[in-house]
């Protein structure tokens, strides 16, 4: 019989359709991935990938019982998640994805409360636009700017961000054609703002960034005024919303999500009720 370990390495084969990223995925060497799935091909007498120059090319056999193993996997995370939380007390890790100016101005202010009532629990954060596979167990709870349409989550819009021209009192009685505008665009990603700004404002943005804070900062020194939450102004007294004879900028939803399978869990539950009531952490 094959063990858990082969199934997990065959899955991270199919995924990646490689032994070396396969490896690298699982933080083990290539031929340890290329020895288990030869010695699962033989448990199974059946051949699950054709080795090729492209790489690896999934058999009948593979795509067949990847189902299967998929079951087996969910299966296994939840055993580990039940078994982690068996504890009376609130306490292990619990790992969040979402962007890296929502870590700065949300979670950094969230959290450290929470750490305070539950010494026990631990916290990791991963950062970037790029979206997480949560059912994949890649994070436990996300914070992002997009609902998930697939997938059994649990989803909750824990706030509605407007947004507004924000800039230094110096920039206020400035024509918006004749503002140097500070815009975020980043690849694969469009943000609601960046296409507002070219909507309505006819000249190119001064400044271009792949990074919510850089903008911040830049605005800050007085290098331009941007379209942003308008909540930032709370947090950043010296940029104040400029009167633009322009149209209001989007509302920006804000979405927490977990798996469904470990959403009340007592280390999730307690991460997910200190966030969602971030509608009032920044009010004026």
């Known amino acids: 019989m094959f063990d858990w370990e082969s199934v997990r390495y ?3 084969a199919y995924e990646t359709r490689s032994f070396t990223k396969a490896a690298r995925l699982l933080s083990v060497e290539q031929s340890t991935v290329s020895r288990r799935i030869a010695e699962m091909e033989r ?3 059946v051949a699950l990938f054709e080795r090729t120059s492209q790489g690896l090319v999934p058999t009948e056999a593979a795509a067949r019982i990847s189902g299967d193993a998929e079951e087996m996997a969910r299966r296994s995370r939840r055993i580990q998640d039940q078994a982690q939380d068996l504890r009376a007390q609130v306490g292990g890790l619990v790992r969040i994805a979402t962007t890296e100016a929502l870590a700065v101005f ?3 202010r969230v959290l450290p409360g929470l750490s305070e009532h539950h010494p026990h629990l631990r916290f990791e954060i991963l950062t970037g636009y790029p979206s997480v596979d949560l059912m994949r167990r890649e994070a436990d709870l996300a914070l992002r700017f997009e609902r998930p349409h697939r997938g059994e989550y649990a989803v909750q819009r824990v706030a509605q961000l407007p947004t507004a021209v924000l800039g230094l009192e110096r920039w206020r009685h400035v024509a918006p054609d004749a503002l140097p505008w500070i815009d975020v665009s980043m690849p694969g990603f469009s943000p609601s703002e960046e296409a507002w700004r070219k909507t309505h404002v006819g000249t190119p943005a001064r400044w271009t960034t ?3 804070l850089m903008q911040a900062e830049l605005v800050r020194q ?3 005024v941007a379209l942003m939450t308008q ?3 709370t947090i950043y007294p010296e940029l104040v919303p400029l009167e633009l004879d322009l149209p209001p ?4 939803d804000l979405y927490l999500v977990a798996p469904l399978s470990i959403r009340n869990l007592p280390r999730i539950d307690a991460v997910w ?3 969602e009531g971030l509608d009032t952490l920044f009010s004026p």
């Open 106 to 108: 949300v979670l950094s």
């Open 231 to 233: 909540s930032l102004s």
């Open 210 to 212: 792949n990074s919510y």
């Open 43 to 45: 448990v199974l007498d």
């Open 10 to 12: 065959f899955l991270a």
């Open 222 to 224: 007085g290098q331009g």
């Open 273 to 275: 009720r200190a966030i």
């Open 249 to 252: 900028g989007p509302v920006m």
